[in-house]
C-alpha cells in the first residue's frame, strides 16, 4: 500500500500568515493527490483535486502543487476560519490512503 | 440538493456484527465511485473500503475478510457489512464519493458512530 506522511503535524500560526504544509508518498503518485479541510469532528471538505486543481468555492488563497512523491498545500493569508486541521489522500491506487493530518492552531 | 446520509452506527459487543448504510439523494450510488472512510475518537481519517462503477471492490488490509461493501440500485444506497468487530474499529463511519476513478472525495455523509465494547 501506499504510505503518506504530512509535515508537520501541527503548526501555530495568526491570522495573515502563509502557511505551507507537506506531503509525501511512499512512492509515484503522478498528480493523484487530494487535499481535505476538518473542522471539529464535522465531514471532511474537499478543498484541491489532482495536486492543484481547486475545487468550485474554495477561495483562492488555498493554491496546492508538486507532483511525483512531494506536494504541498498552501494557504497565502490565513483568516479565521481556515484554523482546522488539513489531510493528503492518494487516489492513484484503488486502496486510498490519508496522510496523518495537519493541525493549524491559534497562535 | 445532493446529500448522503448515513445511518445504522451504534454500541456492539466485540465479535458481533452490523450493517450500516448511506442513502443518497440527488446522485446515483451506481453511477458514483464510492468510499466509506472512517474516524476513531481523537484520531485521524482512515479509508476502510470503496465500490466502482462496474462493481468492483477495495479494502484497507485491516478490515479485509471482516467488512464487505455493497449497494442496493432499487434503493440508491450504499451498504457496509462490518463483522468480527474489535475495540480498534470504534470509530465515525463517513461515506463519500467521487466522480472519477481517480477523484477526490467530493460529496460527504455527516458520519455514523460505532462503538465496540462490552
Known amino acids: 500500500d501506499i504510505q503518506m506522511t504530512q509535515s508537520p503535524s501541527s503548526l501555530s500560526a495568526s491570522v495573515g500568515d502563509r502557511v505551507t504544509i507537506t506531503c509525501r508518498a511512499s512512492q509515484n503518485i503522478t498528480n493523484y493527490l487530494n487535499w481535505y479541510e476538518q473542522k471539529g469532528g464535522k465531514a471532511p471538505k474537499l478543498l484541491i483535486s489532482?495536486?492543484?486543481n481547486l475545487q468550485s468555492g474554495v477561495p483562492s488563497r488555498f493554491s496546492g502543487s508538486g507532483s511525483g512523491t512531494d506536494f504541498t498545500l498552501t494557504i497565502s493569508s490565513l483568516q479565521p476560519e481556515d484554523f482546522a486541521t488539513y489531510y493528503c489522500?492518494?487516489?492513484?491506487?484503488?486502496?486510498?490512503?490519508f496522510g496523518p493530518g495537519t493541525k493549524v492552531e491559534v497562535k | 440538493e445532493v446529500q448522503l446520509v448515513e445511518s445504522g452506527g451504534r454500541l456492539i459487543q466485540p465479535g458481533g456484527s452490523l450493517r450500516l448504510s448511506c442513502a443518497a439523494s440527488?446522485?446515483?450510488?451506481?453511477?458514483?465511485?464510492m468510499n466509506w472512510v472512517r474516524q476513531a475518537p481523537g484520531k485521524g481519517l482512515e479509508w476502510v473500503s470503496n465500490?466502482?462503477?462496474?462493481?468492483?471492490?477495495y479494502y484497507t488490509d485491516s478490515v479485509k475478510g471482516r467488512f464487505t461493501i455493497s449497494r442496493d440500485n432499487s434503493k440508491n444506497t450504499l451498504y457496509l457489512q462490518l463483522s468480527s468487530l474489535t475495540a480498534e474499529d470504534t470509530a465515525v463511519y463517513y461515506c463519500?464519493?467521487?466522480?472519477?476513478?481517480?477523484?477526490?472525495?467530493?460529496?460527504w455523509g455527516q458520519g455514523t458512530m460505532v462503538t465496540v465494547s462490552s
Open positions: 489522500q492518494q487516489s492513484y491506487s484503488s486502496t486510498r490512503t
Open positions: 440527488g446522485i446515483t450510488v451506481s453511477e458514483n465511485y
Open positions: 465500490l466502482y462503477i462496474g462493481g468492483s471492490t
Open positions: 463519500a464519493r467521487s466522480v472519477m476513478r481517480k477523484d477526490g472525495f467530493d460529496i
Open positions: 489532482g495536486a492543484s
